[in-house]
């Protein structure tokens, strides 16, 4: 939003200057992005009048002038200008005038003629970066008067950087408003009274949707004069607030849209065909728009139409096909409240931002539609003439916004600000922002007015107080917290922990998007239902992980691509998915691991990560929990069929997934090298055993080693859970210290060396109860695995 000080310090003129006023404003919610002065430097340039020219004697292309600066004789002035003729009214700077880059006007001779000033562009002036000739002035303009004084240029552009939120602001008054509230001086509202129709002839209006469209207002005005101009401040102000000057009805509707904040616009009357309608429109429906661009309506969009078709994109821009041109006599004006849900996102689907949408999507004053028309139809008459009819008004009240009181408490004011603020102080500010403000118990009952569609909680008051108040004038004090301390059991076990343990084994913590690509989403998780977003962000990020591989996988495609051969990745985040048909959310840890087993030295030989690296990576995770876990060979889509387990609690409920990734998939990515990864549920591994303190015997342990033929199939793993079933008290621990395959074992069977650690509590072990254990443990094993004494 650009807003010409000039122009804002006609509406509301506090004694301060401008930087004091940008950082009032910036302060105040409504920061300043950058200040520009309207016009370069330059001096000694007046409005001049071309008496007369003639033929330069010696140059077919210039002409010597003779111009009125206000002095007592005509000045001579040899110009070269395509445009220069008697009459003409332009800026002449004069000798001793300093132009834009410091270059200084001196008496000269040009092909043998004096020349005692030079007559300018617009270029030359630093008012436009090209031009085609002379600046031509207004015919009333002041001859002698300094250009700078005539054309307001000691002037600045201020341009706000205003969130969505202050939609009230998008407009001069709107600005004016704040500033006057800032300041606490008076705003001078300009007058937009009704104008008196000179003939009775309307257009009918039909509002089809009137819950997108609860006011609609419009005008016809005949007659109208095709060679009007605009006139030289409404084209200056237009500019400065960063719009082209077109024709007179377009710049009104233009100046209105910046002065007050309320989008119109004029349709030529003779390319309508009554009645005018508000309604969605059809699905295929074409619409030519004022930009030359022919787009293609859905039906969901809401449209301006006549009986034939459909004239405007509502809210958004105009037809071409029924624009204003050139020979228009006649127009339509009209002046709408759209409801801002009915046009979010309606510019962006069809590749358009306009000044329209973009006030129209955050929301304009409803109640000023009336002002806005007249203050339009005023200025219509006064620049171009032309008889106006009555306004034709089709208003929905029950679909209009519903402003409702918000309380606001006195006691929060000075707990949340620390300042007291009495009943008139209350007043006069919500009073100055437009509010209605009613005393009530322990406060006032605040209405916001029908332009501020962000007030809407006791937090939004305080907002105000705080922001027009002054940020720094809030009282400063050190902040007093009561509180009680949380409880932190020892059976949870803190994420930072695990994350500590994964950086400390080499590993980086890494942060991916929740959105993945879905043809990613389908590789490394094809079984399951995931959740498609509904307006991506992009086609790569279309749907919702399911699994956290998605972005790992990704991310050490970007590490690999850009050199880096040893990947060591981890993420903690949510997965994504439907159960029971409704869409549910869990926390998961996940790793990824690839390339050497340890950054290339020379006191270990080098090779790279194996399946066991990774598995020792999670069992170093698991052991943190003291919580006994085990692995079961398994089989994953997106795991290498021989490299792949799940990882399961004692009661056999599964946490997680470990394994190599799919040769196929390795290879359809891009990796070179095999990519090992995991996932856990940080629900189950950060639930951990509170550790018990277990008294030292004071008898002697004694350990037995066995060595079992067992079957190819029977994992280590069901050997000592078959151990630990046999509910031997004695024995303490087991381990499998060697898997032997080969010479004097059969074919499919392998030998498995255990050692057993036996010990008492109350006694030292006798060699014949240390056999009776070593028997019973064998006979279990036999008799449920099979197994049998390797001899």
């Given amino acids: 939003m650009q807003v010409s000080e000039a122009w804002l310090r006609e509406l509301v003129n506090p004694p301060i200057d401008t930087a004091e006023l940008v950082a009032q404003l910036t302060m105040a919610g409504l920061e300043v992005d950058a200040v520009t002065p309207v016009a370069a430097k330059f001096t000694g340039v007046v409005v001049g009048e071309v008496l007369e020219t003639v033929q330069h004697p010696n140059a077919d292309k210039l002409r010597v002038c003779q111009v009125n600066v206000g002095q007592e004789q005509p000045l001579q002035i040899v110009c070269g200008a395509s445009n220069v003729r008697p009459g003409l009214k332009v800026p002449a700077a004069l000798i001793g005038a300093v132009l834009p880059g410091d270059f200084k006007i001196k008496e000269s001779k040009l092909r043998g003629e004096l020349s005692f000033g030079m007559l300018c562009s617009e270029k030359e002036l630093g008012l436009a970066a090209s031009s085609e000739g002379l ?49 606490g001086v008076q705003l001078n509202v300009f007058d937009c009274a009704n104008i008196e129709p000179q003939h009775a002839q309307t257009l009918e209006v039909h509002v089809q949707a009137p819950e997108a469209c609860p006011v609609y207002l419009g005008r016809l005005i005949k007659g109208i004069n095709p060679a009007a101009q605009t006139p030289l401040w409404m084209q200056e102000r237009l500019r400065r607030s960063g719009i082209r000057s077109l024709s007179p009805v377009v710049d009104v509707t233009n100046y209105v849209l910046v002065e007050l904040g309320q989008p119109l616009h004029a349709f030529d009357a003779e390319k309508l ?93 409803f109640n000023l539609q009336r002002r806005a028309i007249e203050r339009a139809t005023q200025l219509i008459l006064a620049i171009a003439g032309g008889s106006p009819g009555p306004v034709t008004e089709v208003i929905s009240s029950e679909a209009l916004p519903n402003r409702s009181a ?111 690509d879905e043809a990613m989403q389908n590789a490394m998780a094809p079984g399951d239902e995931f959740i498609k977003i509904q307006n991506p962000i992009s086609s790569e990020l279309a749907v919702m992980r ?107 409920e599964a946490i997680g997934l470990l394994g190599m990734l799919h040769p196929t998939l390795q290879k359809q990515l891009g990796f070179d090298n095999p990519v090992f990864l995991f996932e856990l549920s940080q629900e189950a591994i950060l639930q951990r055993n509170v550790p018990k303190f277990s008294p030292l015997s004071k008898f002697p342990s004694v350990r037995r080693d066995m060595a079992l033929l067992v079957a190819e199939e029977v994992s280590a793993d069901a050997i000592l859970a078959c151990i630990a079933e046999s509910d031997e008290q004695a024995i303490r621990d087991v381990s499998v210290f060697d898997i032997y395959r080969g010479q004097g074992v059969a074919e499919g069977c392998k030998s498995v060396a255990l050692s057993l650690v036996l010990q008492d509590f109350s006694q030292t072990l006798t060699d014949a109860e240390i056999d009776a254990i070593f028997r019973r443990v064998l006979e279990t094993l036999t008799a449920k695995l099979n197994a049998k004494l390797r001899e």
């Fill in 135 to 183: 600046m031509e002035l207004p015919a009333d303009a002041p001859v002698g008067r300094d250009i700078r004084d005539y054309l307001l240029l000691n002037d600045n552009v201020i341009e706000l950087g205003l969130t969505p939120n202050r939609a009230d602001c998008l407009s001069v008054v709107g600005v004016a408003r704040e500033v006057a509230v800032l300041n």
């Fill in 546 to 652: 399911t699994t956290l591989w998605c972005g790992l996988v990704n991310a050490a495609l970007y590490n690999i691509n850009r050199q880096q051969s040893r990947v060591r990745l981890f993420e903690t985040g949510l997965r994504f998915f439907y159960e029971e048909g409704r869409i549910q959310q869990r926390k998961v840890l996940a790793g990824l691991a690839l390339g050497q087993i340890h950054p290339e030295q020379w006191g270990e030989k080098s090779r790279k990560v194996d399946f066991f690296d990774v598995k020792a990576d999670v069992e170093a995770l698991l052991g943190l929990s003291a919580s006994k876990m085990r692995f079961e060979a398994t089989q994953h889509p997106a795991l290498h069929p021989g490299q792949s387990a799940r990882i399961l609690t004692t009661c056999g």
């Fill in 273 to 365: 065909s009554a009645p005018v309608v508000v309604r969605r429109s059809r699905a295929g429906e074409p619409l030519a728009l004022l930009n030359d661009q022919s787009i293609e309506l859905d039906g969901e969009a809401l449209v301006i139409a006549d009986q034939r078709e459909a004239l405007a994109l509502a809210g958004v821009m105009g037809g071409k096909d029924s624009a204003v041109h050139g020979e228009t006599r006649d127009i339509f004006l009209e002046c709408a409240f759209f409801n801002p849900i009915s046009i979010a996102g309606k510019a962006r689907q069809f590749g358009l931002h306009t000044d329209s949408s973009h006030r129209f999507e955050r929301g304009v004053d």
């Fill in 406 to 516: 918000v309380k606001l408490r006195s006691a929060r004011i000075e707990k949340v600000l620390g300042i007291q603020y009495s009943d008139a102080q209350v007043h006069d500010l919500f009073g100055g922002l437009g509010m209605q403000v009613a005393r009530c118990d322990g406060g006032w009952d605040v209405t916001p007015p029908s332009f501020r569609f962000d007030i809407a909680i006791e937090e939004d008051l305080l907002e105000e107080i705080g922001r027009v108040y002054g940020y720094n004038n809030l009282p400063s004090s050190s902040l007093l917290m009561r509180s009680a301390l949380g409880q932190a059991p020892e059976s949870v076990l803190a994420l930072e922990r695990l994350q500590d343990c994964l950086v400390d084994r080499g590993y980086q913590e890494a942060i991916t998007y929740s959105f993945v």
